[in-house]
């Protein structure tokens, strides 16, 4: 700095120094919004995302639901199918028995009896395979119902009631996150035509004290820092003039958005009320399959009684009885083919219509 300054001779130049060598600052500072468009509308954005998240949760509790039941209708399945084939094996080794009976009478060849043979090892196979898928399925319902899996888990015989069900229709999870993702973009594109006018206030101050130490104890005994205290209040206002384009452009891609959501609603309405015409249809005609399939096990083992009584006189032989016996298991596979397609069609029907949980 100039020497003259301090007395000096002019045109002389001399280094200086300012402030002290220690200072320290403490203080508290506040800000609150006194209006802020944005912050209001993620306040409603906030609880529509707590609306999506519980719908979510909901989703998630249907899908659990939807995959317990059809393992339990799986496992009836395999379990009525274990009865069948038990009654055919009593059935088969009765035959063996008479087989064996006329072949040692020399009224039938060997190769008759190892016919009957083979289709008994053929049953017992298939019985020790649906032993062991039962044992699957079941493990994989304990897993998704929380249970131990050394817990004993009994399955109720299947049996369908004639009665026909009618389920009412409910808004499906699908729709119902359709329709809070639309109040969603809806509140998004608010915000949007709010903050491109409506400015922004905001409430602000500051209170603390500033301390300035030197390297030294000061003479006289002073305190080595002395403090001096600060602080402001204010108000601050922003109003939005001109951003270019974005915002016009965020405001047309929010209104696509919600047009394409329109849609999707539009897709999915269709579509669960096609899932329900379907599904109507095929219990109807699995309804159908159903009560033939039981006519025509008990005519097939009517017929099969009988070949087999004629076959102990001699009047028919041993090709008669078995396709007397394969009618049966053919009636008997209708029959469950016909169970799983009315099961599979309940349950699609509950979860269409929103009924998944009854």
Do not use: C, W
Request: proline share 2%; hydrophobic share 35%.
């Amino acid at each position: 700095m100039p020497a003259a300054i301090f007395g000096g001779p002019q045109g002389v130049y001399k280094e200086a120094s300012f402030g002290v060598d220690h200072n320290i600052l403490g203080n508290i500072q506040l800000g609150m919004p006194i209006y802020s468009p944005e912050l209001y509308g993620g306040i409603e954005k906030v609880k529509i995302a707590k609306e999506v998240s519980k719908l979510q949760y909901q989703k998630t509790a249907e899908e659990v639901y939807f995959d317990i039941t059809n393992l339990y209708y799986n496992a009836q399945i395999i379990k009525g199918q274990m009865v069948f084939i038990d009654s055919n094996l009593v059935n088969a080794n009765k035959l063996l028995s008479n087989v064996t009976l006329l072949n040692k009478e020399l009224l039938a060849q060997k190769t008759d009896v190892d016919k009957v043979k083979l289709q008994v090892q053929q049953l017992e196979t298939k019985r020790r395979i649906l032993d062991s898928k039962y044992d699957q399925v079941l493990n994989g319902l304990k897993l998704f119902m929380g249970i131990s899996q050394n817990k004993d888990l009994d399955i109720e015989t299947l049996t369908l009631k004639q009665e026909k069900k009618e389920y009412a229709i409910k808004s499906s999870i699908d729709i119902q996150l359709l329709e809070t993702k639309f109040s969603l973009l809806n509140s998004e594109l608010k915000t949007l035509k709010k903050t491109r006018y409506l400015p922004t206030a905001f409430l602000y101050g500051s209170y603390g004290a500033m301390g300035y130490g030197y390297e030294k104890p000061q003479p006289m005994g002073g305190d080595f820092y002395k403090f001096y205290n600060m602080g402001f209040v204010g108000a601050k206002i922003s109003i939005p003039i001109f951003n270019g384009t974005v915002t016009n452009k965020k405001i047309n891609q929010k209104k696509i958005e919600i047009e394409n959501t329109e849609l999707q609603k539009e897709l999915v309405n269709d579509k669960n009320a096609m899932l329900v015409k379907n599904a109507k249809l095929k219990q109807v005609e699995a309804q159908e399959t159903i009560n033939e399939s039981q006519l025509q096990m008990k005519l097939a083992q009517e017929i099969y009684n009988k070949t087999l009584i004629q076959q102990k006189e001699g009047v028919a032989s041993l090709t008669d009885v078995l396709l007397a016996d394969n009618a049966i298991n053919q009636a008997q596979n209708n029959y469950i083919t016909a169970l799983i397609d009315y099961l599979k069609a309940d349950l699609e029907l509950k979860k269409a219509t929103g009924n998944i949980k009854n």
